[in-house]
């Protein structure tokens, strides 16, 4: 099914430059962000995250599709295997209580970066995450980014 794009004229996507290694030269997105990648899907951790839940990471396809309408079963499949194995992985890394994923489509739906994703954030008894996604949503740096993505990988045998 095609949907009306909602992305701006001329958009450049920023998920497509990540995943085929092509120069990102703003602080949303590092080398050092890659959690995964295989021929289909990618994970990364995000740029921004929230107080009592660092960690947070994106899983998309390499292959461009704006949202979930678009999305064929096969990617789907490949991408909600990955969520599964980033899931694990925060469990074992983190020892965190529990795990929300979450994906937007649209503007109404709060999407805002116009390539498919699902995010994959590590839950805290008591974290109030829903109540502080507001106010507590934050640019982290580079490195600390980094350093998620590496304990990731080691949790995931990469």
Partial sequence: MHMKSHSPKGYICPLCLFANGESITDQLYSPGDLV???????????AY???????NVIVFPIQHFENIYELPDEFALQVHRLVRKVAIAMKEAWSCDGISTRQHNEPAGNQDVWHYHMHVTPRYEGDNMYATLATTKALIDPEKRSEYAGQLRAAMGQ
């Fill in 36 to 46: 995964h990648r295989d021929e289909v899907v990618t994970a990364i951790i995000s």
């Fill in 49 to 55: 995250q929230w107080a009592n839940n660092p960690g």
